[in-house]
């Protein structure tokens, strides 16, 4: 029988918003176990440990979907996020700032990135990106 790689992410999906932290924590690592290079599950699995309180696994795991993956935006974000847990604010900045580079329609990364601003007391400002016609 083969692995079937949608119906794992999107089962271990349900998990993780129906707040089933163990079966989804399975199922993110029943793909990194068959699929090492699925950067998602790398990413989800990490953005599971950010909301249960372990911030530096977090980290490790998100940063490994980074290493996969290294133009996806929301991974930047959400390692951002754990940067920020572990009160590292000039490195949730950086992140939220690559987040932005990537994609600079990232309304998420926008918003961390000037909340972050806001809570070092930075007066730095990210320069706008306005779509030309």
């Not at 996020?81 to 000039?90: F, I, K, M, N, V």
């Not at 939220?96 to 000037?114: M, Q, T, V």
């Not at 400002?125 to 306005?130: A, E, G, V």
């Given at each position: 029988?083969?692995?079937d790689i949608a119906k794992s992410i999107q089962s271990a999906l349900e998990h993780h918003q129906a707040g089933?932290?163990?079966?989804?924590?399975?199922?993110?690592?029943?793909?990194?176990?068959?699929?090492?290079?699925?950067?998602?599950?790398?990413?989800?699995?990490?953005?599971?440990?950010?909301?249960?309180?372990?911030?530096?696994?977090?980290?490790?795991?998100?940063?490994?979907?980074?290493?996969?993956?290294?133009?996806?935006?929301?991974?930047?974000?959400?390692?951002?996020?754990?940067?920020?847990?572990?009160?590292?604010?000039?490195?949730?900045?950086?992140?939220?700032?690559?987040?932005?580079?990537?994609?600079?329609?990232?309304?998420?990364?926008?918003?961390?990135?000037?909340?972050?601003?806001?809570?070092?007391?930075?007066?730095?400002?990210?320069?706008?990106?306005?779509?030309?016609?």
């Open positions: 029988m083969s692995f089933r932290w163990q079966q989804a924590e399975q199922g993110y690592q029943a793909i990194i176990d068959n699929y090492p290079q699925y950067a998602d599950a790398w990413h989800l699995l990490g953005v599971l440990s950010l909301q249960l309180g372990h911030a530096e696994k977090a980290l490790e795991l998100i940063d490994k979907a980074i290493e996969i993956s290294p133009d996806t935006s929301d991974f930047y974000c959400n390692s951002g996020e754990a940067y920020l847990a572990l009160g590292q604010l000039e490195s949730a900045i950086n992140r939220y700032k690559r987040a932005i580079e990537i994609n600079p329609d990232s309304a998420g990364a926008h918003n961390n990135l000037g909340n972050m601003f806001r809570q070092s007391g930075q007066t730095e400002r990210p320069t706008p990106h306005i779509k030309k016609p």
